[in-house]
């Protein structure tokens, strides 16, 4: 966003530089050096950031409690939120920098302008580049071809417009995608969390027990299968981590193996992306795992990824948990009931038939509520993106249109003579540009189509995520685009009607 602005406010420069070229040779020639004329609007632009940016802070005071209780209600953690003056401060400092750095670079084009060539509406303004669509020879129609004619000739800024609006159109459909996979199918979003998608969890109250129990609970005529999987504290080379075991990853429904594959026999085991990093161990590689005083050797099988427990998880096998601990047992499983069937029933009969043996914990219910917290921030987070591409499009749109209509004033004021209407002359000005907001439009939807698993991935490498596979949905994603082109074509025409105080009167007096 930083530098989008930064990019507007070269604009805006530019096209004040247009609108005040006769001023400009006035003060050359009345012997107003380049650097003095420069320096006024280095003044007057570092000016405006200094006043927008005491009530910017202010904004960020009242804004930044509520963030804290998003994140407070989202992660689980008190967020104090207290205003930092140096932050703002420091802040302030780098934003005047970087607007103080690009105006002088946008307003040396002032050292060009001679006060002659000002005062002559700006010989340096006029373009001499090749004529593509001649309209003594051009077969297209009159309208399409005078459209075409600027289009092919600002290549530079419609390069810029096609930057912008691509990486606008990217934040929004990467939020997009983000959003339904928290709303719709959260399938990847489980999978990265490592969270078993399961309906119930039963946990004996009582460590002895008779094995039979787990095959009369899976005999139910309500239950799909049972699964085990279970956790410990373990540590390698005194880094503890999660201990994960059970009879069968086949079983389970949450994949986490990236590369390779779960442990199958007593020697095996899985390890995270961020244990293998930190302990320098790949697949074949040999680690050595402690739990309770006693330490086992086990062969790396597989990399894992979760962000539970910061990614510092491992798995290994019912047998493998028994060389380290002789008399381990099973006290959970997860238990995934048949389609239409209810938990809250299914609970009150094993009560009925188990009387006092099992906590039941329901893990849907507890997915959907955490699921709930992080799903409103990035509803947020979208809607705030989306809102800000639409703002941002909006204003680039008004200056480049304003700065157009500056610089051709005289050519419209010419068609408007020879019959052109107002109506005409906006059609011509938003077909010059609309192509551009198509192409930018278009490589930013490819771009968050295609690379949004590739983003996401970057930003939680931290936590040793390598490989993300996010649901996508088509219809999203080319509604979005449709919104962004809508509103970039209505803008432009609303822009354009500036086009009507363009008289050929007042061009013939001046």
């Known amino acids: 966003m930083v530098v989008i602005s930064l990019i507007v406010i070269r604009f805006q420069i530019f096209g004040n530089i247009e609108d005040n070229l006769t001023n400009i040779g006035v003060l050359k020639a009345n012997g107003y050096t380049s650097r003095q004329i420069i320096s006024s609007f280095l003044l007057q632009f570092v000016s405006v950031s200094i006043m927008a940016s005491i009530p910017g802070s202010l904004i960020s005071v009242l804004v930044m409690p509520l963030v804290g209780t998003m994140i407070s209600s989202s992660v689980g953690l008190l967020w104090p939120t207290t205003f930092e003056l140096v932050s703002a401060i420091f802040s302030l400092l780098i934003v005047t920098v970087l607007i103080l750095f690009v105006a002088y670079l946008s307003s040396r084009k002032i050292r060009r302008i001679t006060p002659i060539a000002a005062l002559q509406s700006g010989l340096l303004t006029h373009n001499f580049k090749k004529n593509h669509f001649p309209l003594a ?144 161990k790949s697949l074949g590689d040999e680690i050595p795992v402690t739990f309770n005083g006693e330490t086992q050797s086990y062969l790396v099988t597989g990399l894992s990824q979760q962000i539970n427990q910061l990614g510092m998880v491992a798995t290994i096998t019912e047998d493998g948990m028994r060389k380290l601990q002789p008399n381990y047992s099973v006290q959970s499983i997860n238990v995934y009931l048949k389609e239409g069937e209810d938990p809250q029933a299914f609970i009150q009969k094993l009560e009925e038939r188990f009387p006092g043996q099992w906590n039941v914990t329901n893990i849907l219910d507890m997915l959907e509520s955490t699921l709930s917290t992080f799903t409103a921030a990035v509803s947020s987070m979208t809607a705030v993106i989306t809102a800000v591409t639409i703002i941002v499009v909006s204003l680039i749109l008004y200056l480049v249109i304003k700065t157009l209509i500056m610089k051709r004033k005289r050519e419209f004021g010419i068609l408007k003579g020879i019959g052109y209407t107002t109506f005409n002359l906006m059609t011509q000005i938003t077909f010059s540009l609309f192509p551009v907001i198509v192409v930018g439009v278009i490589l930013g939807s490819l771009a968050g189509y295609f690379f949004s698993d590739s983003a996401f991935v970057l930003l939680l490498s931290s936590l040793g995520i390598y490989n993300v596979q996010l649901a996508v949905s088509l219809p999203q994603v080319l509604l979005l685009c449709a919104v962004i082109l809508v509103v970039a074509y209505v803008v432009s025409m609303l822009v354009a009607r500036r086009i009507r105080k363009v008289s050929v009167y007042d061009l013939i007096m001046d």
């Open 137 to 280: 020879s051009t077969t297209l129609n009159l309208q399409i071809t005078l459209s075409l004619k600027p289009l092919f000739r600002q290549t530079k800024q419609n390069f810029m417009i096609v930057l912008i609006v691509a990486g606008l159109t990217f934040s929004s459909i990467f939020c997009s995608i983000l959003n339904f996979n928290f709303k719709g199918d959260t399938s990847a979003v489980l999978d990265l969390v490592g969270l078993e998608r399961t309906n119930l969890q039963l946990d004996l109250k009582k460590a002895d027990h008779d094995p039979r129990i787990f095959a009369e609970v899976e005999a139910m005529p309500e239950v799909q299968k049972i699964s085990i999987l279970e956790g410990r504290v373990a540590s390698i080379d005194d880094s503890s981590f999660m201990l994960r075991v059970s009879d069968d990853y086949a079983k389970l429904e949450t994949q986490t193996v990236y590369k390779g594959r779960q442990p199958i026999y007593d020697n095996e085991i899985a390890i995270s992306g961020v244990i293998a990093k930190r302990k320098n």
